[in-house]
């Protein structure tokens, strides 16, 4: 049974950063596409990044060069760094998995950005 665990979250003054971790279980973790997504109040959940087996990486334009995305197939352990963090960064964070077409999902983590 696949399992992904996200920690992290937290509150933090804006410009500040945030590293977000995922820890998953129940397959075999370095064949497989990871990513974060998010859902801030009100809103659908989207993208924030994606990265391959091969460490391909995508991200939504509003993280771009801001959030790097990251993992070690080790540790079988995904990560968001998140810098120069907005107020508009804020929403639960919730880590993905894709195996053979089926979507995983964590039970997320909340970030919020405020002074």
């Known amino acids: 049974q696949v399992q992904l665990v996200e920690s992290g979250g937290g509150l933090v003054q804006p410009g500040g950063s945030l590293r977000l971790s995922c820890a998953a279980s129940?397959?075999?973790?370095?064949?497989?596409?990871m990513g974060w997504y998010r859902q801030a109040p009100g809103k659908q959940r989207e993208l924030v990044a994606h990265?391959?087996?091969?460490?391909?990486?995508n991200y939504a334009d509003s993280v771009k060069g801001r959030f790097t995305i990251s993992r070690d197939n080790a540790k079988k352990t995904v990560y968001l760094q998140m810098n120069s963090l907005k107020p508009e960064d804020t929403a639960v964070y919730y880590c993905?998995?894709?195996?053979?077409?089926?979507?995983?999902w964590g039970q997320g983590t909340q970030v919020t950005v405020s002074s």
């Open positions: 993905w998995e894709s195996i053979r077409g089926d979507d995983y």
């Open positions: 129940g397959s075999i973790f370095s064949m497989y596409p």
């Open positions: 990265i391959t087996t091969f460490g391909t990486t």
